[in-house]
Nanobody
Framework: QVQLVESGGGLVQAGGALRLSCAAS????????MSWYRQAPGKQRDLVAA???????NYADSVKGRFTISRDNGKNTVYLQMNSLKPEDTAVYYCNADLNTLGSTRLNYWGRGTQVTVSS
């Protein structure tokens, strides 16, 4: 059993900052890619940022230069530092992990999401 628990969402004014965290726990042997996705009302879930087990990152064009993804492998945790937030960043943010379990199975897990609301 594996769980991903996000935290750090909330309400912030445009131009402000938030830091999201996602901690993975359970029967984990190793974690490959960790990612953040977001889904606004009535829209599809889109990739925001991803980081590999080696620290290689990629970002959606809409957040480049404003968001930074990082991870702490010792804590099985991924972070998303969001600066210069805009109202269009408002969405539910989901954590995703591609990992290997203690039973040598490669699986993909999602967190339940955390709401980020940016007011204008």
């Amino acid at each position: 059993q594996v769980q991903l628990v996000e935290s750090g969402g909330g309400l912030v004014q445009a131009g402000g900052a938030l830091r999201l965290s996602c901690a993975a726990s359970g029967s984990i042997f190793s974690i490959n890619d960790m990612s953040w996705y977001r889904q606004a009302p009535g829209k599809q879930r889109d990739l925001v940022a991803a980081i590999s087990g080696y620290g290689r990152t990629n970002y959606a064009d809409s957040v480049k230069g404003r968001f930074t993804i990082s991870r702490d492998n010792g804590k099985n945790t991924v972070y998303l530092q969001m600066n210069s937030l805009k109202p269009e960043d408002t969405a539910v943010y989901y954590c995703n992990a591609d990992l290997n379990t203690l039973g040598s199975t490669r699986l993909n897990y999602w967190g339940r999401g955390t709401q980020v609301t940016v007011s204008s």
